[in-house]
């Protein structure tokens, strides 16, 4: 197999209808408290994972949990997994703080994430 390994699902976005409640459920599963608390965005770090909290799906209208995969090379990954058969559905693009996030479709519909800290 040729191209670059990902360094593993480190990221995880799960879309929420009550945030308040989402973020106290996360708090009591984690044992933490979310380390990014904003109306738009909840976020927990813990043993080098990120859940993060999305009302109403986000901006990217997210109806399901959304994994993404750690990758050196956001551009080098795309091009390789898109032509092994997935679809972009949102190209990379900065996210802020440094990180680059894309989203792809699988040829059965599910949504795979990618993220590439710079």
Same mark, same amino acid.
């Given at each position: ?32 408290? *979310?380390?990014? %608390? ?7 770090? #813990?043993?080098?994972?990120?859940? +993060?909290? =999305?009302? /109403? ?33 949102? *190209?990379?693009? %900065? ?7 894309? #989203?792809?479709?699988?040829?059965? +519909?599910? =949504?795979? /994430? ?5």
């Amino acid at each position: 197999m040729t191209g670059s390994a990902t360094q593993g699902i480190k990221t995880v976005l799960h879309p929420v209808s009550d945030l308040a409640t989402a973020k106290a459920v996360y708090a009591a599963l984690l044992g933490i408290p *979310p380390q990014t %608390d904003e109306p738009y965005y909840v976020g927990f770090e #813990t043993e080098g994972q990120h859940i +993060g909290l =999305l009302p /109403g799906g986000g901006p990217q209208g997210l109806t399901s949990s959304l994994a993404y995969w750690h990758v050196p090379d956001i551009e080098a990954k795309l091009a390789e997994v898109t032509a092994a058969g997935a679809t972009v559905k949102e *190209p990379a693009h %900065d996210v802020g703080g440094g990180r680059l996030a894309a #989203t792809l479709v699988d040829p059965d +519909g599910n =949504l795979l /994430g990618l993220l590439q800290d710079r």
